[in-house]
């Protein structure tokens, strides 16, 4: 269907435009944590297009001797392959292009490859929208034998909310629920303080030990996985040493929440050109009264629109409003600030390998555990 050549790039052009997943600068700051990055320009012709862009593919070995294995992993890309085309009448071309894709990345790959993932930057309004286009691909793979398979564990938040910064900054206050407002005017009155921490602040080592101990309580209260302290010590610290080289590469900052003496809570997030992301969020279990996740959200939201983003990705959510859901609260709180939900397609394999099925078994297991399990012994 397609005629689609790869070739590796050896010597990348840092950029900050498009998703913060493609960046060069990202796929460097994973490999420096257990990924080795390589970068392909894929040109495609056929069915009336004829295009080329970059893409950063990631791999990662697990395992020992025989057992060893590797994942090469393709996140936030590709996109739909037709502008002018509604979603769901290009799903068989987009079905086998993804197929496709994969077959011409697989001589690039270790031969221990049990399979390529994607997360497709594809997104719709709705979840019923998304779900229709995700049953699509399911029909076409199995009636063209693809082997395409939908993960049962998504690697990126399929589902998020985003706020535009284009609009004035009253103009994005109004657009947020009544309560949000007063949250974060009560949280300024009360005598929060936020301050921004970048990796050249002369007090950030103390500041990151600060984010750092905030993190491990957010962790134990709501069970979520966190990573060593050195890795966001090198992603903050990496972008403003590379900026201060006149590198073109995303902006990542540390924001903390103070009320007097105490550090109520704090975020990383990651600004460039074309969005901004809230990566990282954590807080206390005191004067939780004082409404400090508000103010921070909305100090990042400034500053992401005076460097110049097109709007704030609150990155990570639940589908829909739903009371039942576990995580309903984050719901309420991240659509607060009057952004528009958007639901992308989730992440794919392509299978390469008969060891495929035994690796997913094994992975979708230990996601039961920490995600089911784990919590359920946490919450207790």
Known sequence: MFT??????????LTNEGSFLQTPFWGEFK??????LSRFLIDVNGEGLSFSKECSLMVRS???AFARF???YVPLFPSLLFEDKNANDQNIEFTNFLYELAVALKPFLPKNTICIRFDPDVSFDTPEERDFFVQGVKVVSYADRLRLTKNKVDIQPPDSTKVDLLPSEDEILAAMKTKWRYNINLSARKGVEVE??????????????VFYELYKITAERDGIAMHAKAYYEDLI??????????KDVPEVNLYIAKHEEDYLGAIITLFSKSESVYLYGCSSNVKRNLMPNFLLQWTAMK?????????????????????????????MFKTGFGGKNIHRIGTYDVP??????????????????????????RGR
């Open 196 to 209: 921004k921490v970048n990796g050249l602040s002369p007090d950030f080592s103390r500041k990151l030990d």
């Open 70 to 72: 590797s994942l090469a």
């Open 62 to 64: 697990f395992g020992k």
């Open 31 to 36: 490999s420096r944590h257990g990924w080795n």
């Open 4 to 13: 689609i050549k790869v070739s590796k790039i050896e010597t990348t052009v």
């Open 237 to 246: 610290t990496s972008s403003w040493q590379e900026k201060m080289q006149g």
């Open 352 to 377: 390469l390998s008969v060891a495929y099925k035994i690796c997913t078994a094994m992975e979708n297991l230990r996601a039961f555990w920490h995600k089911k399990i784990l919590k359920k012994i």
């Open 303 to 331: 500053d992401a629109k005076k460097y110049g983003s097109k709007y704030y990705d609150m990155y990570g959510m639940p589908p829909t409003d739903d009371e039942k859901h576990p995580m309903h609260g984050l719901y």
